[in-house]
């Protein structure tokens, strides 16, 4: 019985350590061996001359969201579905635009008698996939959708 709570109580103790700035917390404390991915997400403080104290990224990128006017529009909440408004910069969407406009094809449909995949006249939209870490400015959308 004691195991169990020993386990929830470090597990709790490190969110925490995590939560707080990870004050005097080394990654080798959590059996990463000195690796950076013991703490995986988290990127550590950062320095903002604005308020003269360490920022975590989330934190300054919040603040970023903030002034852009970056608000939440809740759908529905069965099944929920939240709209996100302003969620990234103009500049970051020309630079996305950029980035698939080369790779842009014409959406396809599947034929339901044949299964083959094929041009439709009623389908007028265009599509492309950006790969995962393509680019630093996927990376950085990516990782703001991951928080």
């Known amino acids: 019985m004691r195991a169990p709570v020993a386990r929830l109580a470090l597990s709790l103790s490190l969110a925490l350590c995590a939560a707080s700035g990870g004050a005097g917390l080394k990654p ?10 013991a703490l995986v997400g ?36 069965k099944p929920q579905a939240k709209v996100f408004h ?33 041009t439709d006249p009623i389908r007028t939209s265009y599509q492309t996939f950006l790969v995962r870490r393509s680019s630093e400015m996927v990376i950085k959308v990516d990782e703001r959708i991951a928080r």
């Open 28 to 37: 080798d404390a959590l059996g990463g061996g000195g690796k950076e991915e």
């Open 86 to 118: 302003r969620f990234l910069s103009v500049e970051e969407c020309d630079a996305l635009k950029a980035q698939a406009e080369p790779a842009m094809k014409r959406s396809t449909v599947v034929d339901s008698v044949t299964g083959e995949v094929k």
């Open 42 to 77: 988290w990127k550590g403080p950062v320095y903002s001359a604005d308020s003269g104290h360490a920022m975590f990224a989330a934190e300054r990128e919040a603040r970023e969201m903030a002034a852009r006017g970056a608000w939440v529009e809740h759908v529905s909440f």
